[in-house]
Each structure stands twice: as structure tokens, then as C-alpha cells.
């Protein structure tokens, strides 16, 4: 429920969200972690992040069409708007995340 009211029914007054699927037991996934919060701390006030352990939560990971650990999301108006899956280096998530921020419109041209 937490996941559909936060992530699938932002209205057009929500950040974009991003999403990474992980577990405690993946390897990959504790290596993606600092590197979400890294990417997290750039865009604190342009973007959501929320984590969901594929064990706790294993419907919606499948309901969200993840079929691999790490996995993550870029959501926006309740649609899937970027998706990458395994471990990811800090610059190529956040082009990931400036080039959905560049499509909604959510960037400032200096920032791009």
C-alpha cells in the first residue's frame, strides 16, 4: 500500500521517485546502496528515494517487472520512466536521473 500511495500515485505536484530493489543477502546490492545515497544527496530536493527489500516486499518487486537484484527505478506520475538493472557506478545514475529530470521539465538549464 505504502509503495502504491508513495511511488504509483504521485500527482503533478510529486518528485519523481526512485526506486531500488535489493535484498540483505546480494553482494551487488550493498555495493549500490552508498551509491544511491550518494546520487540521493545531489538531488535532495528534486527527487524521492525509497528501497525495497525484494524479500520483505516480493510482490511488488514482481508487480514492478524486476526479475534481477540490484534494480533500480526512476518513477514519475505513477510510470516507470527509467529502469537499470545491476550495480551502477555514481555518474551514470545520476545521468540516468538528470536526463529523466531534463524530460519532465525539472531541471534548470545551469544545472544541466
Do not use: H
Not at 503533478?12 to 540483505?24: G, I, M, R, W
Request: aromatic share 6%; charged share 25%.
Amino acid at each position: 500500500e505504502q509503495f502504491e500511495s508513495e511511488v504509483l500515485r504521485g500527482g503533478d505536484e510529486a518528485l519523481p521517485v526512485l526506486v531500488l530493489f535489493s535484498a540483505p543477502w546480494c553482494g551487488p546490492c550493498r555495493l549500490t546502496v552508498p551509491v544511491v545515497k550518494e546520487v540521493m544527496k545531489i538531488y535532495q530536493s528534486k527527487i524521492e528515494v525509497v528501497e525495497i527489500s525484494t524479500d520483505d516486499l516480493p510482490d511488488v518487486a514482481s508487480n514492478a517487472g524486476v526479475a534481477s537484484i540490484p534494480t533500480i527505478q526512476l518513477y514519475y506520475g505513477g510510470k516507470v520512466k527509467d529502469t537499470i538493472v545491476g550495480c551502477v557506478a555514481k555518474n551514470v545514475l545520476a545521468r540516468a536521473v538528470d536526463k529523466v529530470l531534463e524530460d519532465l521539465g525539472l531541471l534548470n538549464d545551469e544545472e544541466v
